[in-house]
Structure formats: structure tokens, C-alpha cells
Nanobody, 127 residues
Framework: QVHLVESGGRSVQAGGSLRLSCAAS????????VGWFRQAPGKKREGVAGMRIDGTTMYADSVKGRFTILRDNAENTLYLKMNDLIPEDTAMYYCAAEPGGGCPPVQFWQVIDFRTWGQGTQVTVSS
């Protein structure tokens, strides 16, 4: 059975940093398009960071230069390192995975493109 379990979300002051984790079981992240979405209250879920099978990373413009997506192949875990957090980063963050090679730029990601999701972890950034 496939599971993705996120952790690491919490409340933090603007300018602070967080590292989110997404542990996968029953599923190899190495052979998948993987990444992070976020959803703020009243807004649609949007892709923010992704990684292709070959390790290529991609980011939404809103987080470029502040967020880094990392994959630990030995631990089968995906990370999202977030620096210089701003209140607009406040959202529920979800990791997602979809097997296979197709992995378009994160700006074009849609929820229906990914069949495997974690339960989400809340990030709240206060000013």
C-alpha cells in the first residue's frame, strides 16, 4: 500500500525557515515525478516545487530562490527547505507523486495529474 506522510509544518515568524519532510512507503520516489503543492484558505491548490526522475528541480516564481526541494533516495523521503518565509507562504502543504516520466513545469501542475498524496502539513507565517 502506498503512503506519503508529511511532517515539519508549524507556526513561524516572517523571515524564518522550515524544512518539510515527506516520507514514502510502498512507493519509490526515484521513479516518479514528485513535488509539493500548497493550498491557502479560499485558494486553489498550486504547485510550488517539483523534481523530475533525473533530479531536475523546478519552482514556482513565488518561491524561487527561497525554497529548495531535495530527495533522499536512500530514505525514500522528499524534503522542502523553506527560507525567508513570508506571510503569503501560509498554507497547507502537500507532497504528491506520480509514477512515470511525464513531469511538466510546476507552473502547469494540476491536482488531477497526481494520484498519490499525503495528508498535508500546516505552515503558518506571522508578520
Amino acid at each position: 500500500q502506498v503512503h506519503l506522510v508529511e511532517s515539519g509544518g508549524r507556526s513561524v515568524q516572517a523571515g524564518g525557515s522550515l524544512r518539510l519532510s515527506c516520507a514514502a512507503s510502498g512507493y519509490s520516489l526515484v521513479s516518479s515525478c514528485v513535488g509539493w503543492f500548497r493550498q491557502a484558505p479560499g485558494k486553489k491548490r498550486e504547485g510550488v516545487a517539483g523534481m523530475r526522475i533525473d533530479g531536475t528541480t523546478m519552482y514556482a516564481d513565488s518561491v524561487k530562490g527561497r525554497f529548495t526541494i531535495l530527495r533522499d533516495n536512500a530514505e525514500n523521503t522528499l524534503y522542502l527547505k523553506m527560507n525567508d518565509l513570508i506571510p503569503e507562504d501560509t498554507a497547507m502543504y502537500y507532497c504528491a507523486a506520480e509514477p512515470g516520466g511525464g513531469c511538466p513545469p510546476v507552473q502547469f501542475w494540476q491536482v488531477i495529474d497526481f494520484r498519490t498524496w499525503g495528508q498535508g502539513t500546516q505552515v503558518t507565517v506571522s508578520s
